[in-house]
């Protein structure tokens, strides 16, 4: 019984990872393009790009405006999601307590850091954890 103990603390990244801020880059990119079609599609010309258009207004150019906005809204979000590193934090794993601590931080208009404490959980589940990884 006393090998099961220990206390683990495993580290979560949260949305620090450079997968998320290749997505946020892409998103803002199309949303940027898919704005500058729709709003180049207004007065019948190209605003930006060289690229001729044949988009009329009313119909695609609303629509691509929205789906333009939507995107920068959407990339912007999550930019400053991965600024904030919104979700990281730690799980503390404590045997001899026999609970589980998850710290978690939140937007900066919350508070920083939000700690869960689950009390008596599933003992077999937390031994064949242990007995999993330190044999």
Known sequence: MAKYLLT???AQFGTKKYINLLFCAATLI???SFLNTGLSSFPKGNIFFVFPTQIEFIPQGLVLCLYGTIGLILGLFLILTFYWNIGSGYNIYCGREQNIKIY????PTERK??????????RTSFQNYLLLEYP
């Open 30 to 32: 199309l949303g940027v």
């Open 8 to 10: 683990i603390v495993i």
């Open 104 to 107: 978690r931080s939140c937007f």
């Open 113 to 122: 850091l939000t700690v869960h404490n689950y009390a008596r959980f599933i």
